[in-house]
């Protein structure tokens, strides 16, 4: 059972975000709410002359999404 969702932020200033949710369910479950999240809250950019600036972009400008983590 998974009790918690850990979204891994990076800002724009360089910190690293790590907000947490608590969540019940099972980790499969938890993977998939946090693909949910992923799409909900950051668009993906592909950058051609630039690959290193290609990435998922969180839609408030904040920084960029980087993952997630069920514990």
Do not use: Q
């Amino acid at each position: 059972m998974t009790k918690e969702i850990v979204l891994i932020i990076l800002l724009i200033n360089g910190e690293l975000s790590l907000p947490s949710f608590p969540f019940e369910g099972t980790m499969h479950e938890c993977f998939a709410y946090g693909d949910k999240l992923r799409e909900e809250l950051s668009t993906h950019k592909w950058v051609e002359e630039d690959m290193m600036k290609s990435g998922w972009y969180l839609k408030n400008g904040m920084g960029t999404w980087h993952g997630f983590m069920c514990k």
